[in-house]
């Protein structure tokens, strides 16, 4: 059964002001559990205001949103109990830190859901050890850290929570590589040890193409498409007139099988693309 | 609950009142204004209330939005109509208990207020909705600038307002984005007793403050790089000019500041 699920989704931002303006239009999808999965779309295709929608922070203008097959709407009382269970990771979250300590900081989520003190030590460690932090930063302010090492207790924040979904947005936006491959290794490792489901949001192909069971791509407030990572990189030619981009390495690939080098497989991660060259050229080795 | 917020607001369009001299603008207002405090009678403020619907209607913005400005103030507004009827001892008395009453003379005066200051937000907030903040300072800037030779210091005066008035909405955005990501952690600001909510506030503004100093400090680098050095011997992009417009809707303003006046005194 699919763990979230939106039903014709509509949002309109000011409704009635001159600068009214519908961001997401009538979208329907459904999120199988434990997945990940990557979300594209241009600067103001809605990608944001539809996230915000998945725990409850935006009310949808019309259509629905179901969690585990209810309507997380049905109850209003029961909203924050949805923001548990779907943990949203907010753009540049480590501007939302404000403890004395990371430790009290990364705590601050499980201390709002009422849980005893043990738990929170419990899951304070095990997702700083996930993310890569170490437990002598735990007792340091968060202001001190590095602008990698913020963005990760701010992501630790949310992961505390155990929700069951997670959905980043933008989780490398600003940061070098070294910190970018870093922090998506870690929630690769999360991912591995709690099998939850995780979204997440980014403008860099090659990071979605190294991660994602399927992708969701935005486009003008619409649902452009969401299937599997093989079906929409197979898109490439539709997805670069919506101006985003596949990885470039799909792109080589593309090419070289107009110039009649096919390899019968659509190609996305450089480690993929190694491996299949080095294949083939054995073949012709053996041949 | 923060996108109810209207104040410094500013509506884009292309109406007459747009396209009046700020310069003018800023006059008129505090002649609009000292005109609802000069006259004393009803017939005075209806001379007023036309003045402000003719302007807005003019101004071709929503007579929501302006709806919406009075919104806030509403419990002032009531507080001032109580206090005047029970406080007001004077005129035929109406009603009695005790050593409270109310009295005609009470009645007249707390509706009378309402309506002046009713009257009084709706004006000036056209002068915001209609007068985009940096005009507007710009305008500011212009009227005092005869203090410069007291040597007050004018245009860092009018700079520093039309920082503060450029970040309202990006403060408000900040406060939002901020307030939906503890949201997203489970603190309660809408819900929960008023203790957790004032104690979940701390979660806001130590990062609301923190970024607001960054803010300043990257602004003012910014500033430096682009050898900003105060108001000596800067120029402007944008000249104000005045046109027959501004004139005569400054005459219009004075008739009807003039018709307050005469009715004040024929009524008298």
């Known amino acids: 059964m699919a763990i979230l699920e939106t039903q014709e989704l509509t949002y309109t931002y000011s409704i009635g002001s001159p600068f009214e303006k519908t961001a997401v239009d009538h979208v329907s999808l459904k999120i199988e559990e434990g997945q990940m999965i990557g979300v594209m ?38 909203i924050r109990n949805v923001r548990f269970q779907v943990g949203l990771v907010f753009q540049y979250p480590e501007y939302q830190i404000f403890e004395e300590t990371v430790y009290k900081d990364i705590a601050f989520g499980p201390k709002n859901m009422g849980l005893d003190d043990n738990e929170i030590k419990r899951r304070v460690l095990e997702t700083a050890n996930d993310i890569g932090l170490s437990e002598e930063l735990m007792e340091r302010s968060p202001f001190d850290l590095s602008g990698g090492q913020k963005r990760r207790v701010a992501i630790a924040g949310v992961m505390a929570m155990e929700p069951k979904v997670l959905i980043l947005d933008e989780p490398t936006a600003g940061l070098d590589p070294a910190g970018r491959d870093k922090i998506l290794e870690h929630i690769k490792k999360y991912h591995e040890r709690t099998k939850n489901t995780i979204l997440i949001v980014s403008h860099s192909m090659e990071d979605i193409a190294s991660f994602a069971d399927k992708i969701l791509v935005m486009n003008k407030a619409k649902l452009f498409c969401y299937d599997d990572t093989v079906n929409v990189f197979a898109r490439a030619d539709e997805i670069s007139k919506i101006g985003l981009d596949v990885p470039q390495i799909t792109k080589v690939f593309g090419e070289l099988k107009k110039r009649g080098l096919d390899f019968g497989k659509e190609v996305f991660t450089v480690g993929y693309a190694k491996d299949l060259l080095i294949r083939r050229l054995k073949e012709r080795e053996v041949r | ?72 103030i509403m419990p002032f507004l009531l507080i001032t109509a109580v206090l005047n009827l029970f406080l007001v001892s004077t005129g035929d008395v109406l009603w009695k208990w005790k050593f409270i009453k109310i009295t005609s003379d009470g009645i007249d005066i707390s509706a009378f207020m309402m309506f002046r200051i009713i009257l009084l937000i709706t004006g000036t907030s056209l002068l915001t909705y209609t007068t985009s903040p940096i005009t507007l300072t710009d305008a500011i800037e212009r009227l005092l600038s005869p203090l410069k030779k007291l040597k007050f210091p004018v245009h860092e005066l009018a700079m520093m307002m039309s920082i503060a008035l450029r970040f309202i909405p990006t403060l408000i955005e900040e406060t939002d984005k901020i307030m939906s990501a503890q949201k997203a952690r489970g603190a309660e600001i809408d819900t929960g007793s008023f203790m957790t909510r004032a104690r979940n506030l701390v979660s806001i503004l130590i990062p609301l403050f923190i970024s607001s ?6 602004l003012a680098t910014a500033m430096e790089c682009r050898c900003y050095h105060g108001g000596e011997g800067r120029t402007r992009l944008r000249q104000l000019k005045s046109a027959p417009r501004d004139i005569a809707a400054l005459a219009v303003t004075l008739l009807f500041f003039g018709a307050v006046i005469t009715v004040g005194i024929l009524l008298k």
């Open chain 1, 41 to 78: 779309g241009h600067t103001g295709s809605g990608k944001s205001t539809l996230i915000q929608h998945f725990n409850g922070l935006l009310r949808p203008t019309s259509g629905k949103i179901l969690l585990d097959g209810k309507d997380i709407w049905e109850d209003k009382n029961n």
């Open chain 2, 213 to 218: 100093f960054r803010r300043a400090d990257e």
């Open chain 2, 1 to 72: 609950m923060l996108k109810d917020i209207t104040i410094g607001q500013y509506f884009p369009g292309d109406s007459l009142i747009h396209r009046l001299d700020p310069r003018f603008k800023i006059v008129i207002t505090l002649i609009f204004i000292i005109m609802l405090f000069t006259g004393g009678s009803f017939v005075c403020l209806a001379i007023g209330a036309v003045y402000t619907l003719i302007a807005v209607l003019l101004s071709k913005i929503p007579v929501k939005m302006f709806i919406k400005s009075v919104k806030p």
